[in-house]
């Protein structure tokens, strides 16, 4: 079992070089393939990657738990692995008959063929987080560790050489998929994970770790949707060129959530059988680390994407006022993250489900937003989302967790 200290720089390492990398692919992707293509690229891996957050039910969730609840280990993860696979292969079949079946089909800036890569690379998003969450949440921290990092080096190195040869986001997002594949094949290896052998043993075991992420899943898809759905939305209501400029701004302001995602994965790692005041001090910890980290990021960020889109990226230079009006949002949408991983450790399933709902409910304010200013509409409604979305989190994973340390603490039940 790796240590505290081990795990959270594992966690750490493990966000600070995919997003690097991630950073890297985005400048050189916009430089070679242009606005337009860059708008296509971006498109297709957040839509991809919103969808994956939605389908993939915060499984991991239930095999932390199962493994508290003395179920096999192995063949809870194993399991969640087969019929995750099962389930979402099939679907991606049905999806494939019915694109071939309409030639003509096309929705906003997504084209027939954006389309069909928006399917597939849904399907192995999704598996890819049902596998490396799972790993991660079952103290795989180092697995989990080398297998993103990986993933993210692969992609940039391969992906940026074949953008600067081919000019064509086509062939970038086939790098993207292959590279995703590789990475499942290579964890699921790592990590000696089986397929189970289908019987309604297995398939009990899939529906409890399923039944018992739900909860959870509702106050992170909440999140995703608000989080993701930004970009998404441009793509239906606006151009592949507001795309393009949105897809350069929203990876530099995110760089700031490098702290807050890997203390938000260390919350949830650590906080399965902790006392509901263990975790109320482990939350408090955490946010204190993230902005004594996450202030000076921010205005290096400001000051340093300015320079970079000047030098770098003239053609993006619009991308910049976006930077500043994203920043304030997601400094303060780190503290969302991590009091969501708190509350998800407990048993609190109204409130997550409420945190759900009204994230989901606020990602509605993109909508007009986008349509009236495109992308600056999207950035400026970002941050008021964002920032109204924590204000709601907090009071709720606070009385959460507070009041039931409490009753804790006088002998009340939780």
Not at 60 to 78: A, F, K, N
Not at 102 to 108: N, Q
Not at 174 to 200: D, E, Q, Y
Not at 359 to 386: D, E, K, Q
Request: charged share 10%; hydrophobic share 55%.
């Amino acid at each position: 079992m790796n240590s505290p200290r081990s795990a959270i720089r594992d966690l750490l390492v493990a966000q600070a070089i995919p997003l690097g990398a991630s950073l890297l692919t985005t400048l050189a992707t916009a430089q070679f393939l242009g606005v337009d293509g860059r708008g296509q690229l971006a498109l297709v891996v957040g839509t991809a990657t919103l969808l994956a957050s939605i389908l993939f039910a915060s499984i991991h969730i239930g095999v932390g738990r199962g493994q508290l609840r003395s179920y096999s280990q192995p063949r809870v993860i194993d399991a969640a692995f087969t019929f995750s696979a099962i389930v979402l292969f099939g679907g991606l079949v049905a999806l494939i008959a019915v694109w071939a079946a309409l030639p003509e089909w096309s929705i906003g800036a997504f084209s027939h063929e954006l389309l069909l890569f928006t399917a597939v690379g849904t399907a192995i998003q999704t598996m890819s987080l049902v596998v490396l969450r799972s790993v991660q949440v079952l103290d795989g921290s180092r697995l989990y560790r080398n297998a993103v990092v990986w993933q993210s080096v692969l992609f940039a190195a391969v992906g940026i050489s074949v953008a600067f040869a081919t000019g064509s986001a086509r062939y970038v997002l086939l790098v993207w998929i292959t590279s995703s594949i590789l990475c499942i094949v290579g964890t699921t290896i790592a990590a000696k994970i089986t397929p189970a052998r289908i019987s309604r043993s297995s398939w009990r075991r899939f529906r409890l770790a399923v039944s018992s992420s739900l909860p959870a899943h509702f106050a992170s898809l909440g999140q995703q949707l608000m989080l993701r759905s930004d970009i998404v939305l441009l793509g239906v209501l606006a151009s592949t060129a507001d795309v393009g400029l949105y897809s350069v701004a929203a990876p530099l302001a995110g760089l700031v959530w490098i702290v807050a995602e890997a203390a938000s994965m260390h919350v949830t790692q650590r906080g399965f059988g902790m006392s509901m005041r263990g975790r109320y001090a482990l939350w408090l910890r955490s946010l204190r680390y993230y902005f004594l980290a996450a202030a000076p990021t921010a205005v290096l960020i400001a000051a340093s994407s300015y320079a970079a889109l000047a030098v770098l990226l003239p053609a993006y230079a619009a991308a910049w006022p976006l930077v500043l009006l994203l920043l304030p949002g997601t400094v303060i949408h780190g503290v969302a993250r991590i009091t969501v991983a708190a509350i998800a450790t407990t048993e609190a399933a109204v409130v997550q489900r409420i945190i759900g709902v009204t994230s989901a409910a606020l990602a509605l304010a993109y909508v007009p937003a986008i349509v009236i200013a495109g992308a600056t509409g999207a950035a400026t409604a970002s941050t008021i989302v964002y920032v109204t979305q924590t204000i709601i989190v907090v009071f709720l994973g606070r009385r959460v967790m507070r009041v039931a340390g409490e009753q804790s603490d006088s002998g009340s039940p939780q």
